[in-house]
């Protein structure tokens, strides 16, 4: 296995940002007599925020037209940025920071908004990734491949030179789509058999053998 990049997802991976989203969804479902449940985001995590509110209101036999779901969103997106804490993983920061010295290319690779990146990461921390690919950024997102594909082309390196680090199964579908290697990590979800996609599973980011995999 050859490796030229390493695309990371956002939520889980980069940063501890779902237990916020979490939170700001619970809220906005409150409203609808609807009880959202951590695994019920998680498990739908690496889309737009819309598809994920729609697939809520349809898990929960809400009858949502599109203008209470987009009104929905935007109150979501508000509290997020309201109630959020998240911060970038130490061990994410030192991970990139020995992929950037190996002149290993990166790319953050997620169904977030960027809206809701930079307010976490600060805007010098994104100049690290050599391309980032956003939800607003293709036409499809995870878990179709087009985002893992996208990136990769824009790297200018074959799927098949791209290690993947996610923490979400539809993430890791759509790397698997991409023909990509895909590590996953049990930082949203604990339960291995949602995660068997992946080619590894770890603990978190720390524990990945970045350099037996690439060096």
Same mark, same amino acid.
């Given at each position: +296995?050859? =490796?030229?990049?390493?695309?990371?997802?956002?939520?889980?991976? =980069?940063?501890?940002?779902?237990?916020?989203?979490?939170? &700001?969804?619970?809220?906005?479902?409150?409203?609808?007599?609807?009880?959202?449940?951590? /695994?019920?985001?998680? !498990?739908?995590?690496?889309?737009?925020?819309?598809?994920?509110?729609?697939?809520?209101?349809?898990? %929960?036999?809400?009858?949502?037209? /599109?203008? +209470?779901?987009?009104? !929905?969103?935007?109150?979501?997106?508000?509290?997020? $940025?309201?109630?959020?804490?998240? !911060?970038?993983?130490?061990?994410?920061?030192?991970?990139?920071?020995?992929?950037?010295?190996? &002149?290993?290319? =990166? #790319?953050?690779?997620?169904? #977030?908004?960027?809206?809701?990146?930079?307010?976490?990461?600060?805007?010098?921390?994104?100049?690290?990734?050599?391309?980032?690919?956003?939800?607003?950024?293709?036409?499809?997102?995870?878990?179709?491949? /087009?985002?893992?594909?996208? #990136?990769?082309?824009?790297?200018?390196?074959?799927? $098949?030179?791209?290690?993947?680090?996610?923490?979400?199964?539809?993430?890791?579908?759509?790397?698997?789509?991409?023909? +990509?290697?895909?590590?996953?990590?049990?930082?949203?979800?604990?339960?291995?058999?949602?995660?068997? /996609? &992946?080619? +590894?599973?770890?603990?978190?980011? &720390?524990?990945?053998?970045?350099? %037996?995999?690439?060096?």
């Amino acid at each position: +296995m050859t =490796i030229k990049a390493v695309l990371f997802d956002f939520d889980g991976v =980069i940063a501890n940002t779902l237990t916020y989203h979490v939170q &700001a969804w619970q809220q906005v479902f409150t409203d609808h007599g609807a009880i959202i449940l951590p /695994e019920d985001v998680c !498990m739908l995590e690496g889309q737009l925020a819309e598809d994920i509110g729609r697939q809520l209101a349809v898990q %929960k036999g809400l009858a949502l037209d /599109e203008k +209470m779901l987009q009104e !929905m969103v935007q109150r979501k997106r508000a509290i997020y $940025n309201q109630i959020t804490q998240a !911060m970038v993983y130490p061990a994410s920061r030192k991970l990139i920071e020995l992929l950037k010295k190996n &002149a290993i290319r =990166i #790319a953050l690779v997620t169904g #977030a908004i960027r809206q809701n990146i930079e307010p976490v990461t600060g805007k010098e921390f994104l100049t690290n990734f050599d391309a980032i690919i956003t939800g607003n950024d293709v036409a499809n997102t995870k878990p179709h491949p /087009e985002p893992y594909l996208t #990136a990769a082309q824009k790297l200018s390196v074959q799927p $098949n030179e791209c290690l993947v680090i996610e923490n979400a199964p539809l993430g890791i579908r759509a790397a698997k789509l991409a023909g +990509m290697y895909c590590v996953a990590l049990k930082t949203t979800i604990k339960d291995e058999t949602q995660l068997q /996609e &992946a080619d +590894m599973i770890f603990e978190d980011i &720390a524990e990945v053998p970045i350099e %037996k995999l690439l060096f």
